[in-house]
Antibody
Framework: EVQLVESGGGLVQPGRSLKLSCAAS????????MAWVCQAPTKGLEWVAS????????YYRDSVKGRFTISRDNAKNTLYLQMDSLRSEDTATYYC??????????WGQGVMVTVSS | DIQMTQSPASLSASLGETISIECRAS??????LAWYQQKSGKSPQLLIY???RLQDGVPSRFSGSGSGTRYSLKISGMQPEDEADYFC?????????FGAGTKLELK
């Protein structure tokens, strides 16, 4: 069974950093592109970043370029999102997702990030 | 960015009723469209990919159709467990974009 378990969320002040992790199991992690998708409270879904199977190609939405870094450790079956210079508008639940045929086939349970002073 | 306009924003259906949700893209997305269901307090689940392909394990009462800029999700026979938010998503061009969602309730 595919499982994605996020961790690392919490309350952080504006301008500070946070690193999210997503532990994957139940599939060959290195064979799949992965992504982070967020959802602000009572709002819709918003793609944040994606990464290719080997990690060599990364893609970001404009609002996080230069502040967030997506990475992966295929030996540890883990996806990461380094979030720097956090802003109040980054407050959201962050989901990691497995990409299959350009769709988000499986999602983690989500981790809440709150940016507030 | 490709804009995804989803309608209606909310919908109330009776048990067994057939309903449709529409999604319109701001440009041709060549069937690179997926539909997701999100129940209250849960993470989204993939229902349909490539506009009309049913994800493994999804009940056959769910179906997707469309092409070009116009797509739809149909539920043939509303069930209580179908009460949820539904989102469309295009993957034709970065950034991937989602529709604003449709809240489906049981009447």
């Amino acid at each position: 069974e595919v499982q994605l378990v996020e961790s690392g969320g919490g309350l952080v002040q504006p301008g500070r950093s946070l690193k999210l992790s997503c532990a994957a199991s139940g599939f060959t992690f290195s064979n799949y592109g992965m992504a982070w998708v967020c959802q602000a409270p009572t709002k819709g879904l918003e793609w944040v970043a994606s990464i290719s199977t080997g990690g060599g190609n990364t893609y970001y939405r404009d609002s996080v370029k230069g502040r967030f870094t997506i990475s992966r450790d295929n030996a540890k079956n883990t996806l990461y999102l380094q979030m720097d210079s956090l802003r109040s508008e980054d407050t959201a639940t962050y989901y990691c997702a497995r990409l299959v045929r350009d769709s988000y086939a499986q999602w983690g349970q989500g981790v809440m990030v709150t940016v507030s002073s | 960015d490709i804009q995804m306009t989803q309608s209606p924003a909310s919908l109330s259906a009776s048990l067994g009723e057939t309903i449709s949700i529409e999604c319109r893209a701001s440009e041709d997305i060549y069937s690179n469209l997926a539909w997701y269901q999100q129940k209250s307090g849960k993470s989204p689940q993939l229902l349909i990919y490539a506009a009309s392909r049913l994800q493994d394990g999804v009940p056959s009462r769910f179906s997707g159709s469309g092409s070009g800029t116009r797509y739809s999700l149909k539920i043939s026979g509303m069930q209580p467990e179908d009460e949820a938010d539904y989102f469309c998503q295009q993957s034709y061009k970065y950034p991937d974009t989602f529709g604003a969602g449709t809240k489906l309730e049981l009447k």
